[in-house]
């Protein structure tokens, strides 16, 4: 679940306060602060505890003029801890995701592409870190649900967070042609956060039960070696917070973290930038000739 929070906040305050103005001085700010707080505990831990979120779900292609394909299932988890912040928290994560045969749920290693019918190494998502800045100047809190909305739905509100990322590919098709779909990386990422209400209302514990759900619409994968070919991967999941943390991950995934990546383990516990993603990870890879190259 690859987030860019940062740089979009920082944007969205300036596209929100161009348009709205100024604010009055008669706000209540302690609303839009408890609105943050809210979040905080929706998102991390106020104490500053491991908090695990796990997702599983499904990997479609999406191909103009073609019917979709289940391409993989997928099962992946986020390690984070808070810092709080007097203007808000930070958080310090790092993330691991699998792609699994669509029958057998099994972790691959290598995966027989239905396009190309080329087996390929699949390249598992190590992000670390994946850092997120959710503060705010107390000049820019009034305008919190404008970019962290919400939806009440009686019982239950939903935080929802829309990203569509757009720069730059770290891989230009110049250099890596069969990796590489465009020079430009584009997507969409939508988080929605549900929590019921009554937890919300509560000013203890530090944090509170939370179901997701994740869809992701972005260029292939680059250990797919699909080149240019039009089309897209749709990534749909669903997951939760977990009680007891890392503890709490199906066995499997617990057994390849251990045996490939133990430091996922636990959240990173500095600041340290910038965050990784699938596509630089993938870079360092190639560059550094850990992927095998592709046979001719």
């Known amino acids: 679940m690859q987030i860019a929070v940062t740089c979009l906040l920082i944007l969205l305050i300036l ?8 604010v009055s001085k008669d706000n209540d700010m302690s609303k839009y602060k408890s609105y943050l707080d809210d979040f905080m505990r929706v998102r991390g831990d106020a104490s500053g505890k491991d908090v695990v979120f796990y997702w599983s779900g499904t990997v479609y292609s999406f191909v103009p003029g073609e019917k ?24 310090l994560t790092r993330e691991a995701a699998f792609y699994e045969d669509p029958k057998t749920g099994q972790i691959l290693e290598t995966w027989t592409n239905p396009f190309t ?8 998502i190590w992000n670390d870190p994946v850092n997120q800045d959710i503060s705010f100047p107390a000049e820019y809190l009034p305008y919190i649900e404008k970019f962290l909305p919400s939806t009440d739905l009686g019982e239950t509100r939903c935080f ?3 990203i569509f990322p757009m720069y730059p590919s770290p891989l230009p098709r110049a250099q890596y042609q069969d990796y590489s779909q465009s020079d430009i990386y584009q997507a969409g990422e939508f988080f929605q956060f ?35 070919k039009p089309g897209n991967l749709i990534f749909v999941c669903r997951g939760m917070k977990l009680e007891k943390g890392f503890a709490d991950l199906p066995d499997k995934i617990k ?34 000739g850990k992927y095998p190259p592709i046979k001719k």
């Open 160 to 162: 929802n967070m829309d």
């Open 68 to 91: 979709k394909q289940e391409l993989f299932k997928f099962e992946g988890f986020n390690n984070a801890k808070t810092i709080v912040k007097e203007e808000g928290f930070e958080l």
């Open 15 to 22: 596209l929100v306060c161009a348009s709205l103005g100024a």
């Open 255 to 288: 057994t390849y973290v251990e045996n490939n990546h133990p430091e996922y383990k636990s959240p990173p516990d500095t600041w340290t930038e910038p965050n990784e993603t699938s596509w630089t990870y993938f870079k360092k890879l190639i560059d550094s």
């Open 194 to 228: 549900f929590v019921e209400k009554e937890d919300l209302g509560k000013k203890q514990p530090a944090t509170i039960p939370t179901t997701i759900s994740w869809t992701r619409i972005s260029p292939w994968m680059p250990f797919m070696q699909m080149g240019d």
């Open 117 to 124: 019918k080329k087996e390929v190494p699949v390249v598992q």
